[in-house]
């Protein structure tokens, strides 16, 4: 089976074959997107029931929570791709993790937006020092350093290795963040206030807010693909086929 | 490997001696950062007395950082860290002897500094010897993390602010857990428990900051 | 149904602003995130371009 052969997995690790390959897989995860942002959305406003604690602010929920999700996942996947990429030298992983991060900033951000127009009829605050919405900060500012260190690196190869090192490094530190925060948080009781309120979730709400999960997920693969489509023109922009695209395009 | 370690850090020591305003620099702006504080938010005591240790560790933090800089700055400049990475001995070795000196030059300083801070603030007993404590755990593990967030942008325009925003969110462990020692202790409670942390945060960053560090140097001179 | 009339469903039983605020800037970052991207792109091909007509223009 040509499937199992190593050659068969390295030829989507050139930029050149993976190029029209990310092209033709962006319109499915596209449509499943809004397909699936259209269904969630129904189940979350028409569906779900109001609920009788909260009212109707609860529904920030169905985009907060895979927000919050959503920006969790992609780091893990982004420090991934920058540890293959540092690791096996492959240049395409390493575009994966530049195009991932822009992304998962903007989750990260909707994140701590939506969670500070839901505590405001929830809780009566728009911030609390919770460990929750900490945490969650502190990921912002990983991103955001990231991102920044890509940024003032003008050599490609340079900037590439640098912040496949610092994912890395945030890797490793991560979970000790997180687990100095919760401690944190249990030390200073008085800021904390109790998120599960809701014992037992409607089975109606529960999916609502799965099915908005997927399509933030789905969103994310397709402009991640999108964006790492760009990474890899400007990155080649001398190549011969890149250069025929861009004729063939005008 | 002793001798390498010991000659490296005996020559940058001999270098900061040199310059002995640098040293000063960093103190007194530790000293101001914490003075601020009971002019910014009023000088009653119970108050100063409950910010005290989140404020000395924060200008601890922010003093340890931007003393990074130098770090690997002179160095890079004059070119003897390209002689470091062709020499016999093992980078991470130099590295960590650089890291050491740097400690000794910016962070006991403040560690000694700290007690006349604490008093100010209207601590006393034994929180002032926790927070002693703490820096003194605490501080080498800020010099450790920093070193790689210096390697990595070592020569980049821009680099002192693009140091900070990558180093002070994994200087927040060692923050959370030395500011809190003291306040388990000012609260009646064990401090121990951070304290052994911190200790686990010294091994585990020395063991492994040097390496990345190196890993870092090798990346930028590239 | 939750709603009896559309003023009610944008009422949101008066949390519009928390509901409406939260929904409102998630879709519209992510409708700015891929307009963002279409101008980058076109950006880039112009500067493929550019830069082709460069090389021909030395090559001649």
């Known amino acids: 089976m040509r499937v199992f052969t190593k050659e068969f997995w390295f030829q989507f690790a050139s930029p050149k074959t993976f190029y029209p390959f990310a092209g033709r897989l962006i319109p499915w995860f596209a449509g499943a997107a809004l397909l699936l942002t259209v269904v969630g959305l129904y189940l979350g406003f028409f569906v779900a029931p109001v609920d009788y604690q909260q009212g109707n602010s609860y529904r920030i929920m169905f985009i907060h929570v895979p927000a919050a999700w959503m920006s969790m996942f992609i780091y893990v996947v982004m420090c991934v791709y920058a540890a293959l990429g540092l690791v096996l030298n492959t240049r395409l992983s390493d575009m994966m993790a530049a195009a991932l991060a822009p992304t998962g900033a903007m989750f990260t951000f909707l994140a701590l937006w939506t969670g500070a127009l839901w505590g405001r009829p929830t809780w009566g605050t728009y911030w609390v020092w919770d460990a929750r ?22 050599d490609p190869r340079r900037a590439s290795r640098a912040s496949g090192l610092l994912a890395l490094v945030g890797v490793v530190n991560v979970p000790i963040i997180y687990f100095s925060v919760q401690w944190w948080n249990t030390l200073h009781q008085g800021a904390s206030v109790s998120l599960t309120s809701a014992p037992t979730m409607a089975m109606t709400m529960f999916t609502a807010m799965l099915v908005m999960t997927f399509a933030f997920w789905a969103y994310a693969i397709a402009v991640a693909l999108y964006r790492v489509r760009l990474i890899i023109l400007e990155r080649e922009r001398h190549a011969r086929w890149v250069v025929e695209l861009a004729e063939q395009e005008r | 490997m002793w001798v390498a370690l010991r000659w490296v850090v005996r020559r940058d020591l001999m270098l900061a001696l040199r ?47 931007l003393a990074l800089g130098r770090l690997f700055s002179s160095d890079y400049e004059d070119g003897s860290l390209e002689q470091f990475m062709l020499a016999a001995h093992p980078l991470p070795v130099l590295v960590l002897g650089k890291i050491l000196a740097h400690w000794l030059v910016s962070g006991l300083p403040l560690v000694l500094m700290a007690p006349v801070l604490g008093l100010q603030l209207g601590l006393g007993g034994e929180a002032l010897w926790v927070l002693i404590t703490s820096l003194l755990l605490g501080t080498p593990v800020l ?25 002070l969110p994994l200087y927040i462990p060692v923050l959370v857990f ?26 585990g960053s020395s063991l492994l900051a040097p390496w990345a560090a190196s890993a870092a140097l090798r990346i930028s001179l590239d | 149904m939750n709603w009896s009339s559309w003023s009610e469903f944008f009422a949101m039983g008066g949390h519009a602003l928390y509901v409406w605020g939260s929904y409102g800037v998630t879709f519209l970052f992510m409708a700015v995130e891929v307009l963002l991207l279409r101008r980058r792109r076109r950006e880039v091909m112009r500067r493929v371009r550019r830069l082709a007509r460069m090389q021909r223009e030395i090559n001649e």
């Open chain 1, 133 to 154: 919405l900490t945490s969650e900060l502190i990921l912002l500012f990983l991103y955001l350093g990231y991102m920044a260190l890509r940024a003032a690196i003008d």
């Open chain 2, 19 to 65: 310059g002995r305003g640098e040293v000063l620099t960093n103190l007194m702006f530790f000293i101001i950062v914490v003075s601020l504080f009971p002019l910014g938010v009023g000088p009653e005591r119970e108050t100063l007395t409950e910010i005290a240790s989140g404020v000395v560790w924060v200008a601890a933090l922010l003093s340890s950082m």
């Open chain 2, 143 to 167: 010099s450790l993390l920093g070193a790689v967030g210096a390697g990595l942008t070592l020569g980049l325009r821009g680099g002192g602010v693009l140091l900070a925003l990558l180093v």
């Open chain 2, 178 to 203: 030395g500011a809190g020692a003291v306040e388990a202790v000012r609260s009646g409670l064990e401090a121990s428990a951070h304290l052994s942390l911190l200790g686990a945060f010294l091994v």
